[in-house]
């Protein structure tokens, strides 16, 4: 299997989304944010979603020429405003977001940002690098389209809707979490189903509410919450946040991202960003964060959050990504 540089992964997505009708600063954007996926091991949100724009692209889907922008609505309050995405792919949006989050909290302690008429917005610990590059504490909310149901119900209404945390360390890695709502993202489906592999019972149900190791008819059918009832309630307030506050789309509103035509998913994100110096202060802060990991450190078995993805992220940043023949066959050919 051939093995490319970031550099060069990075070049044939920009250039297949390009191809597709992104404008420079969408496909640039995008094609980084994959990449950066791709290297941490995140395979369901890294270069296999190259395609997958693409298609929603070419099918008006996605405005490819969007231009993400504050909204102002009259009511301008410093710590919290809200990014109109524009229809387009979710990264130069959320980019905006996050800058303007940085930037409020500063000034405010904290403060919070929604994005409304988005897309799938990827990993969602990716958009909090700034903010740990900043010396401040990050947060990251995305909904998606219906994938799971409410509790007790019986049809998909609440999207997997991933949750994402930061917190920045003195001289080391910040500490990074990321999960999502559903018993495993549900891009983990999109990844067996095209490579024909079984997923393990627990993982989703089939269009009939049954139990599944078919990972296509897990896409066709619902995820299972993590931590059943709780998990649920978790995306219920993730689907909250991002969407009754921005005015962006519900999980039951946007079509599924798995096929090329459908509606435009104007979903919604949201980042809260905190400075630590505007409560106990930067140096007590540190100073808990290090004495929490010190004590789970005691134990041998302990890994911290994210240090997996460090490891891979430096690895193909010093030796390149290995991919599939079928994957640089995906990334070279324009329809």
């Known amino acids: 299997m051939p093995k490319l540089s970031i550099t060069q992964l990075q070049d044939l997505a920009a250039q297949a989304l390009r191809h597709a009708g992104a404008s420079e600063p969408m496909a640039q954007a995008t094609a980084v944010a994959l990449v950066a996926a791709e290297a941490q091991g995140l ?3 890294g270069l296999s979603r190259v395609t997958q724009y693409a298609g929603h692209l070419r099918h008006g889907r996605v405005n490819g020429q969007a231009q993400a922008r504050v909204v102002t609505n009259g009511t301008q309050k410093r710590g919290a405003c809200l990014v109109d995405a524009d229809e387009g792919l979710a990264f130069p949006a959320c ?13 405010c302690g904290c403060a919070f940002v929604g994005v409304a008429r988005s897309h799938h917005f990827g990993a969602a610990a990716y958009h909090l690098e700034a903010v740990a590059a900043a010396g401040m504490v990050g947060l990251a909310f995305g909904n998606s389209p219906a994938a799971m149901p409410a509790w007790g ?11 994402a945390a930061v ?22 489906l999109m990844v067996a189903a095209k490579k024909g592999e079984p997923i ?6 089939d269009k009939d509410g049954q139990p599944t190791t078919d990972a296509a008819a897990g896409l066709a059918g619902m995820m299972l919450p993590a931590g059943g009832l709780k998990g649920a309630m978790l995306a219920m307030v993730v689907e909250l946040l991002c969407c009754a506050l921005t005015g962006a789309a519900f999980g039951f509103e946007a079509d599924s991202f798995f096929t090329e035509e459908g509606n435009r998913p104007r979903l919604g994100q949201a980042f809260l960003v905190i400075d630590p110096a505007a409560m106990a202060g930067s140096d007590v802060f540190q100073e808990r964060i290090e004495t929490l990991i010190a004590m789970m450190q005691l134990d041998a078995e302990v890994r911290m959050p994210g240090a ?3 490891i891979l992220a430096e690895r193909a940043q010093a030796d390149g990504i290995e991919i599939s023949d079928a994957m640089l066959a995906q990334l070279t050919t324009v329809p």
């Open 167 to 188: 917190f920045p360390r003195q001289n080391q890695a910040p500490l990074t979490i990321d999960l999502s709502l559903s018993e495993v993202a549900r891009g983990k």
């Open 43 to 45: 395979a369901s949100h």
């Open 153 to 163: 119900g019986r049809r998909a209404l609440f999207g997997t809707n991933p949750i």
């Open 308 to 310: 997996r993805r460090l």
């Open 200 to 205: 393990p019972l627990g993982w989703a149900l």
């Open 95 to 107: 980019a905006l977001a996050v800058q303007e989050a940085i930037a409020r909290a500063r000034e």
